[in-house]
């Protein structure tokens, strides 16, 4: 089973509507979690972080976190074309510094 | 957030060479990290930088194909070593404060195709 696991898509969405990216991880311990952005030929970019239970907001973009599901989850809403990219999950497993990726999803949002 | 930039942004190398990356830091920071991002795949840590001791590699690298050098808290080089095709890839490296509730940031990356 891999560590954070993700659905590499491609997620298509008509712009106006809220897309919805999934992300799970397998040791209970983790402790973090974050969603960067990457466009093509760009280096990731943080979008959000979330370390407690419930949903957090910060403009178009809210993380969910469930830890007992090991879930987490990214809701960008009135998706625009210029949030078409890759979005990727990482996680941080207790006191280490060190971040695990998925694989990453990858978002269409068409006109 | 901090600034970080790498040189070289990109090199296209022959088969045997090797290449130093240069990470540098706007800021001083704890922890540096090195990935490697295949095409079409993730990120993948290579190993863990910390300043005035050695770097920590992860399961499949090694210091002789990787060599790291962290000489303060700015500043961190990767060698690729006797590269092959195979090494052909984005590196990228990432800083954060080494504290639980701190966010990593990225640099632009190097570009690395191998011949």
């Known amino acids: 089973q891999k560590e954070v696991e993700q659905n590499s898509g491609p997620l298509s969405v008509p712009e106006g509507a809220i897309a919805s990216l999934n992300c799970t991880y397998s040791?209970?311990?983790?402790?973090?979690f974050f969603w960067y952005r990457q466009y093509s030929g760009k280096s990731p970019e943080l979008i959000m972080f979330?370390?407690?239970?419930g949903d957090k907001e910060d403009g178009r973009f809210t993380a969910q976190l469930n830890k007992a599901s090991q879930y987490v989850s990214l809701l960008i809403r009135d998706s625009q074309p210029s949030d078409s990219a890759t979005y990727l999950c990482?996680?941080?497993?207790?006191?280490?510094?060190?971040?695990?990726f998925g694989t990453g999803t990858r978002l269409q949002v068409t006109l | 957030s901090a600034v970080i930039s790498q040189k070289p942004s990109r090199d296209i190398c022959q088969r045997g060479t090797s290449l130093t990356i240069q990470c540098q830091v706007d800021?001083?920071?704890?922890?540096m990290f090195w990935y490697r991002q295949q095409p079409g795949q993730s990120l993948t840590l290579i190993a863990t930088?910390?300043?005035?001791?050695?770097?920590?590699?992860e399961s499949g690298f090694v210091i002789d194909k990787f060599p790291i050098s962290r000489p303060n808290l700015t500043f961190s080089t990767l060698t690729v070593s006797n590269m092959s095709p195979e090494d052909s890839s984005i590196y990228l490296c990432s800083v954060d404060r080494g504290q639980i509730t701190d966010t990593q940031y990225f640099g632009p990356g190097t570009r690395l195709t191998v011949l």
């Open positions: 930088a910390n300043q005035g001791s050695e770097a920590t590699y």
């Open positions: 990482a996680v941080r497993t207790g006191t280490a510094s060190k971040l695990t």
């Open positions: 979330i370390y407690s239970n």
């Open positions: 800021s001083q920071v704890t922890m």
């Open positions: 040791d209970r311990g983790s402790q973090s």
